[in-house]
């Protein structure tokens, strides 16, 4: 008793000393005990620390591995649950995307079954021309010819964007098919989105996102 500390060798580094502090009102073996009790309190804590880390670690890779299989096209559809913007007399705006082409065409992109059904059954005009990915989920697009003919150039900036809103974002050189809307039906009792298309042609484009193509489209307002 009357001990304050106590210098010993540091046997974790192998070097130098490392000085305990002491309880002067107890004998060196209550000091132990003390010191003892004390690390082992720590280490049970350490331990607790690191299970629920591999824990948390365990959550995270399950979350992760789970939106890694969410579609992405998905993703285009949560879009269609934002609140839509009316134009200046409170109407509703067209539904869907639009864009315009370097041409001054415009080009409408379906969010989700139920606008690719306006778009193409309501909105679109028999010489407007209508575009999909080919053999993959997809938007629709549709652009609107206003009377002229559509440049090829227009065609390919659309197929960039059908190719970008599909399960194909992230390949290259997709098949998107191309028609005149007039040459686009729904069969009875076919699901929202769902047409069959005549006379169709196909480009290879590469997906190119709205954001990162302003060269080749801007957004309209």
Do not use: C
């Amino acid at each position: 008793p009357g001990t304050t500390s106590l210098t010993v060798p540091d046997l974790f580094s192998g070097t130098g000393e490392v000085t305990i502090p002491l309880d002067p009102t107890k004998g060196l073996a209550e000091n132990a005990q003390t010191h003892y009790q004390r690390a082992q309190k720590r280490r049970r804590a350490l331990v607790g620390l690191d299970q629920r880390e591999r824990s948390h670690q365990a959550e995270l890779a399950r979350k992760q591995a789970a939106l890694a299989q969410v579609p992405l096209a998905d993703a285009v559809r949560l879009q269609a649950l934002l609140p839509r913007q009316r134009g200046k007399k409170g109407e509703r705006r067209t539904p869907g995307l639009s864009f315009r082409s370097r041409q001054g065409f415009a080009i409408l992109v379906g969010r989700s079954s139920q606008e690719n059904d306006q778009l193409t059954m309501r909105i679109a005009k028999s010489q407007d021309v209508w575009l999909h990915v080919q053999a993959t989920p997809g938007s629709h697009v549709i652009v609107r010819a206003a009377g002229k003919q559509v440049p090829f150039e227009t065609i390919l900036e659309a197929a960039r964007l059908a190719a970008y809103y599909s399960q194909a974002r992230h390949s290259s050189n997709v098949p998107v098919d191309y028609t005149l809307r007039k040459h686009v039906w729904k069969p009875r009792g076919a699901k929202p989105g769902a047409v069959l298309i005549t006379q169709q042609k196909t480009v290879y484009v590469n997906p190119a996102p709205p954001s990162s193509s302003a060269e080749l489209l801007s957004s309209e307002t």
